[in-house]
């Protein structure tokens, strides 16, 4: 559930045309949740799998496939988008994110155009464009909430990369205040299982407890941010769906990462399993005295977290780039 008094928000991590347009509002309704993310590989699974496009594809037999899945997302952003302004005009979160072509991440001018483009076509203010946390992404992030644009900063795995997320996000919010703008956010998403499904098997044979990696990574970067001075800047966790098989629980994610100003984003069954019992207890901060002593002893074991966090983001955006591909050869 959403914690106002806390500053907790609670997000869902899924988008399907069908889906908006009856449950969708009722979760939004009841305050389990204030805000949506999507992705690419979200969209491709709901276009492929979901019988609600047809109709609307019918009208679009002479576009390219891009054109195509474009018409298709602008359509359930915009959706979820109006679903959700009421929270966002009294600034209760109120946010849905729609990603860039994951193909332009390395380039800056064509994100920057291309989520302008994009936040337009929507015509809706609570709409956060998605932008991977790359060089060229960090420019983008900038250069978009100068212009009032909100930005959620995705794949973010490292503390290096928050930081370079946070300095462009303050950069690019101070313009935009200078020049009159009343209102623009920012948020860094931090993935947070894929440390776990990455280092787990490892850890297990240097008898390191797992699932705990990603938890503290993204603690460390909460406290990061937490200290800044960028009020309209929060965390966001990311990737907090527990995979199957696991002895887990399904909400594992979320309940270990429960505090003031931040967000968590989780799938449609995560959430459901959650609000079973809600929550009462704040889990962050950890302090440096828990995450410092557990990542020394990583390093002692020759876990090298640079090459992890590398290593992530390049599958990351792997992943993002083939489910943008799937999708578009899905509608030739």
Known sequence: MVNRDL????????????????????????????????????????????????????????????????????????????ILRPLYDRGDDGFISLEVDPFLCNDTKATVAEAKRLFKAVGEPNVMMKVPATKAGYSAMRQLLATGISVNATLVFSLSQARKCLRAMKRGSAVFANSGGRRVEGVISVFVSRFDRELDEKLETFGITGTKTGVYNAARIYRVVQKSDAPNVRVLFASTGVKEPSDLPKDYYIRELYGKHCINTAPLATIKEYIKTPQETETLPLGISITKPYFEKLEANGIDMFGVYDKLLDEGLKAFEDSFTKMLDSLK
């Open 7 to 82: 500053g907790y928000s609670l997000w869902l991590d899924f988008i399907e045309r069908d889906f908006l347009k009856t449950q969708f509002s009722e979760l939004v309704e009841k305050g389990i949740i204030n805000g949506a993310t999507s992705n690419p590989a979200i969209f491709s699974n709901a276009i492929i799998s979901s019988p609600a496009y047809k109709e609307q594809l019918t009208t679009l037999k002479d576009k390219t496939p891009k054109e195509k899945y474009e018409a298709l997302a602008i359509e359930d952003i915009k959706l979820a988008a109006q």
